[in-house]
């Protein structure tokens, strides 16, 4: 691990004026004595980052947090109000979509554009160009004018060109989001391939759920400011808090032991979250010390107590491996079932039967959730982010996270 900072910014700020309506600011143009009535927004406001070679970082926040911004500062298309930018290596980037290509010109014209602008010279292009048109597979559309592509077409080509340039700064605004999942998978190997060789990642997406996969760090912004940073898995559990916007209740659950005296789990979450109008408060299962036999079946037993009542409730489950891969998530809501209210001072059992937990021997964790939902507001009630740990035995000695049973027959000298 190298610690070389390739990327050093410090107390960044932008600002933008803003205007009440376009006469103003066609006043604002004509007269100076205007100038105070018009407001300054900040789309970044004092962020302080270093990035060491080779780290892969991802970026997450709400729409106008200033993602795009603060990476077209690092990127060096946007200049800070103030604050100072270093950023050491050769920078590629895919911005906002096409970034960099002009619509009128063909693919294979705007492959020896764009590599020009990352400062490859004509014939280190031409080297190349068979490679990046390739790994693009877009054909003979190469010879097209880039105006009459797709989406994804686009996206293909400049990431194929970005990739190419041997980037030590490899920056990506969300345009991997457009290609189709084949694509995606090839462009997280490439990725992957660069980093080994000590390319730098900053990657900004709306997918929170597969970020842990990708880097291993993030930030998040919120209203231009850097509330967070570490590890992924954090940064998207303080980004739901954030965008709920509901305090974390520390408050430890009472004893229930006398409830289930038996197989009752120790309930240790990472994260706990909600209104806490109603609580889960103890989870049981079929097995001992939470382990479960691989292919047989898990069943669950939790006891909810409300202390308000809860209408519109929707109870979800997640099952994670330990390194956070989703393994299953699926809640009432989305499966179409509709749920009693809780009323308030009541207690209730909840029972979940998986027929066939048919997962590979190692270490779970289940993440339970009520929550209600009201029109198209989702109001967490009791999220419990990882708070029971299972572990999953087998007989047999498959790898993998699930166990997809295969029957293999071999028939010798078959006719094709
Ligand atoms: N040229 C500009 N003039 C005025 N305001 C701007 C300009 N560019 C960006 N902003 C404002 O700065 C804020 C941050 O924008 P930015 O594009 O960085 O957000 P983002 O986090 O990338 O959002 P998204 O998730 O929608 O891509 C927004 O409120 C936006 O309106
Ligand atoms: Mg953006």
């Given at each position: 691990?190298?610690?070389?900072?390739?990327?050093?910014?410090?107390?960044?700020?932008?600002?933008?004026?803003?205007?009440?309506?376009?006469?103003?600011?066609?006043?604002?143009?004509?007269?100076?004595?205007?100038?105070?009535?018009?407001?300054?927004?900040?789309?970044?406001?004092?962020?302080?980052?270093?990035?060491?070679?080779?780290?892969?970082?991802?970026?997450?926040?709400?729409?106008?947090?200033?993602?795009?911004?603060?990476?077209?500062?690092?990127?060096?298309?946007?200049?800070?109000?103030?604050?100072?930018?270093?950023?050491?290596?050769?920078?590629?980037?895919?911005?906002?979509?096409?970034?960099?290509?002009?619509?009128?010109?063909?693919?294979?014209?705007?492959?020896?554009?764009?590599?020009?602008?990352?400062?490859?010279?004509?014939?280190?292009?031409?080297?190349?160009?068979?490679?990046?048109?390739?790994?693009?597979?877009?054909?003979?559309?190469?010879?097209?004018?880039?105006?009459?592509?797709?989406?994804?077409?686009?996206?293909?080509?400049?990431?194929?060109?970005?990739?190419?340039?041997?980037?030590?700064?490899?920056?990506?605004?969300?345009?991997?989001?457009?290609?189709?999942?084949?694509?995606?998978?090839?462009?997280?190997?490439?990725?992957?391939?660069?980093?080994?060789?000590?390319?730098?990642?900053?990657?900004?997406?709306?997918?929170?759920?597969?970020?842990?996969?990708?880097?291993?760090?993030?930030?998040?912004?919120?209203?231009?400011?850097?509330?967070?940073?570490?590890?992924?898995?954090?940064?998207?559990?303080k980004f739901y808090k954030n965008v709920y916007g509901i305090p974390l209740h520390e408050k430890k659950l009472d004893d229930v032991s006398d409830v289930y005296p038996s197989n009752s789990l120790h309930l240790k979450d990472r994260e706990?979250?909600?209104?806490?109008?109603?609580?889960?408060?103890?989870?049981?299962?079929?097995?001992?010390?939470?382990?479960?036999?691989?292919?047989?079946?898990?069943?669950?037993?939790?006891?909810?107590?409300?202390?308000?009542?809860?209408?519109?409730?929707?109870?979800?489950?997640?099952?994670?491996?330990?390194?956070?891969?989703?393994?299953f998530a699926s809640n009432t809501r989305d499966e179409g079932i509709i749920l009693d209210d809780l009323v308030a001072d009541s207690s209730y059992e909840f029972q979940l039967e998986f027929e066939n937990f048919n997962l590979i021997a190692?270490?779970?964790?289940?993440?339970?959730?009520?929550?209600?939902?009201?029109?198209?507001?989702?109001?967490?009630?009791?999220?419990?982010?990882?708070?029971?740990?299972?572990?999953?035995?087998?007989?047999?000695?498959?790898?993998?996270?699930?166990?997809?049973?295969?029957?293999?027959?071999?028939?010798?000298?078959?006719?094709?």
């Amino acid at each position: 691990m190298s610690y070389e900072v390739v990327i050093d910014i410090h107390d960044v700020s932008k600002t933008y004026r803003y205007f009440n309506t376009p006469a103003e600011r066609l006043k604002q143009l004509l007269f100076k004595r205007n100038r105070e009535k018009n407001g300054y927004f900040s789309a970044l406001s004092k962020v302080s980052l270093k990035v060491s070679k080779g780290e892969k970082v991802g970026i997450i926040g709400r729409n106008g947090s200033g993602k795009s911004t603060l990476l077209q500062i690092i990127a060096g298309i946007l200049t800070p109000s103030s604050g100072n930018v270093h950023v050491k290596g050769r920078v590629a980037a895919l911005l906002e979509l096409g970034s960099g290509f002009n619509p009128e010109f063909t693919g294979k014209e705007n492959v020896f554009l764009n590599g020009a602008i990352f400062g490859l010279t004509h014939e280190q292009i031409e080297e190349k160009f068979d490679e990046i048109v390739n790994f693009s597979e877009i054909g003979d559309f190469i010879n097209q004018p880039v105006k009459t592509y797709s989406s994804g077409m686009f996206v293909r080509l400049a990431f194929s060109v970005a990739v190419h340039v041997n980037p030590e700064i490899l920056i990506v605004d969300e345009a991997l989001a457009v290609g189709d999942v084949f694509f995606q998978r090839k462009c997280f190997s490439k990725i992957d391939e660069l980093n080994r060789d000590g390319c730098t990642l900053i990657y900004v997406t709306h997918e929170l759920a597969n970020l842990k996969q990708v880097v291993n760090r993030a930030i998040l912004l919120d209203k231009g400011e850097l509330k967070f940073d570490g590890s992924p898995v954090d940064a998207v559990n303080k980004f739901y808090k954030n965008v709920y916007g509901i305090p974390l209740h520390e408050k430890k659950l009472d004893d229930v032991s006398d409830v289930y005296p038996s197989n009752s789990l120790h309930l240790k979450d990472r994260e706990r979250y909600g209104t806490q109008f109603a609580q889960i408060e103890s989870v049981i299962i079929n097995g001992a010390d939470g382990t479960v036999w691989s292919g047989k079946s898990l069943k669950l037993k939790l006891l909810i107590r409300a202390k308000d009542n809860v209408d519109f409730l929707v109870f979800g489950i997640r099952v994670k491996t330990k390194t956070g891969i989703d393994v299953f998530a699926s809640n009432t809501r989305d499966e179409g079932i509709i749920l009693d209210d809780l009323v308030a001072d009541s207690s209730y059992e909840f029972q979940l039967e998986f027929e066939n937990f048919n997962l590979i021997a190692g270490e779970y964790f289940l993440s339970l959730a009520l929550g209600s939902q009201q029109g198209d507001n989702y109001i967490p009630v009791d999220h419990r982010i990882d708070a029971v740990n299972l572990k999953v035995l087998q007989a047999e000695k498959s790898t993998g996270i699930t166990n997809l049973q295969p029957k293999i027959s071999i028939t010798k000298g078959a006719s094709i």
